[in-house]
């Protein structure tokens, strides 16, 4: 057993105290977790019924296993759905646990926001169970076009022992505007969104509790990846800020938060990089002069900051160059 899944994920709970605390959420609005040993000590219940995991702020490394994003999972009266399942089979055998710890409900589902591997490569653990895989349309073409890829690299950053078993899953219904599922007593709508952080990304709303699953769309503390339109996904998040949920859950970050403390930094970068690299095009500065200036100064905002802002600042030139 890995250390991960020896972290407490296998507790048990009392049912009765989960529904307490769950009706004690419901008759709040402030943001609130139950405490972690509700669900195993894996996740927490960031609204009644809804489960989040936090994920580290890291690259893939044997050491943390592929847990770098946070997948959660939804309690219906009749089923349950997984919403993305981490960076690893360890990781989403911990994920399993953690839904076992507080329901014996079936998982008739498993969602996931979008392709990259943080986010799918738990999908092997729920494979035998019969279940459900939901994703955007465009998911599947898109993460079989990189799947050597992804698969050769992440083996290479997890080491053998945490890697192993993993195989690419690709969803069996998928999502091409906007689909319902029926958890019994709730549901769950899915919206396939235009290209914005990748051009497969899908928002998961419970209908129970008005919580937002955004998926990657949503970057807290861990500086935001563009692998898809920046202004796409500035038009994106302006829309949403028209009719802001009541409680989001990001893709990286603390487990649950409302939409403008989630939003409003993620915002502010992606609008700083496209301002500084039109700005540096109509100058006829090169790619490699944008990199070193645009955006430098959300530096001390953005944990991971070195690893991914040249990259961001490569796709937002390649794609402002041509207006």
Known sequence: MSALENSGVLMT?????????????????????????????????????????????????????????????VVGRDAVAIIDTGGSPIVGRAL????????????????????HPDHVFGNVAFAAEGVTFVGHHKMERGLLARADRYLAINKDLLGAAAFEGTKIVTPTMKVAATETLDLGGR????????????????????????????????????????????????????????????????????????WADAANPLQRYLTTVATDVRALIKQGRTLAEATESAGAT??????????YHKRNVSAAFAELEWE
């Open 96 to 115: 399993k646990a953690a839904v076992t710890a507080v329901t014996d409900k079936p998982i008739r589902y498993v969602i996931n926001t979008h392709m």
């Open 298 to 307: 959300e530096k001390g905002a953005w944990q991971l900051f070195d690893e």
């Open 187 to 258: 549901t769950l709508e899915l919206t396939a969104q235009p290209t914005a952080h990748t051009d497969n990304d899908l928002t998961v709303t419970d209908s129970a509790t008005g919580t937002v699953f955004m998926g990657d769309l949503l970057f807290v503390e861990h500086i935001p990846t563009i692998d898809g339109s920046i202004k796409g996904w500035m038009a994106l998040l302006d829309r949403f800020g028209q009719n802001p949920p009541a409680r989001v859950v990001p893709g990286h970050g603390p487990a649950a938060l409302t």
């Open 13 to 73: 709970v009392n049912r009765r105290t989960c529904l307490a605390a769950g009706l004690a959420l419901a008759a709040t609005p402030i943001l609130r977790v139950v405490p972690a040993g509700a669900a195993g000590g894996f996740a927490v219940e960031v609204a009644p019924g809804v489960f989040v995991h936090r994920g580290q702020h890291a690259v893939f490394t044997p050491a943390n296993q592929g847990d770098i994003s946070n997948p959660g999972f």
